[in-house]
């Protein structure tokens, strides 16, 4: 039998065996499985792990692999994450954006635009959308660094984040801020430090961009 029919049957299988309930892969975090798992079971295959979970009102996600079904009550981690797996609820993030762990929803452009520019595209993607402001630096820098971006505007103006949080010092390249003029900040790559730090320029600068959302289709509280 052809694959892609194969595939049909199961996906037919898993719908009809979850009394209609739909799972969406997600992806989760290794810790998960010591902070939110509620039960491992042993299963034949990833239709019986589905069943399980949709039988079991209180598990929300589930991970399968060799034969192992975890279930779990919650979805705190997702995000941040290896590890495939399925939830009840639809992804918060949908085209163009990607979950990202401590980042919520972004999505990068490689457009160079000056930084106002930059904004207005991203409040044309929905959601509330905006320049990315970020609670977690660690995880601003871990996303970058796979990538070859090496000046991206960030939620960054008049030293302080769109939502109105003074940037900390020890996030600035070496010498910035520096002068008195109002300026935007975008991440730069810092040889010293092998990791992306803020760093002030014109405002009418081009260069590529993070969008972001949180989820919430009522959007941010930004300044």
């Not at 609820?89 to 106002?116: D, H, Q």
Request: glycine share 6%; proline share 5%; charged share 20%.
């Amino acid at each position: 039998m052809l694959p892609g029919v194969m595939l049909l049957i199961e996906l037919v299988i898993m719908t009809d065996a979850n009394h209609g309930i739909m799972w969406h892969p997600r992806q989760v975090s290794p810790e998960s499985p010591t902070t939110g798992s509620s039960a491992t079971l042993n299963v034949y295959s990833e239709i019986n792990c589905a069943m399980k979970a949709a039988e079991t009102e209180w598990s929300h996600m589930y991970t399968y692999k060799d034969n192992t079904c975890t279930l779990y009550k919650d979805e705190s981690n997702l995000g941040d994450a290896t590890i495939p797996c399925k939830t009840r609820n639809e992804p918060m993030c949908s085209a163009p954006f990607k979950e990202v762990g401590g980042l919520y929803c972004v999505y990068a452009n490689t457009t160079r635009l000056s930084w106002i520019d930059a904004r207005l595209f991203c409040s044309t993607l929905g959601h509330g959308a905006d320049l990315l402001v970020t609670q977690s630096f660690s995880a601003l820098q871990i996303y970058l660094q796979p990538y070859s971006y090496d000046e991206v505007w960030m939620g960054v103006r008049y030293r302080r984040w769109l939502d109105g949080k003074s940037v900390d010092s020890d996030h600035w390249k070496s010498g910035q801020p520096d002068g008195e003029m109002p300026l935007c900040g975008r991440m730069v790559y810092d040889n010293a430090y092998s990791s992306h730090l803020l760093h002030e320029t014109l405002c009418s600068e081009p260069h590529t961009f993070l969008c972001q959302h949180n989820g919430n289709k009522k959007g941010w509280r930004r300044w």
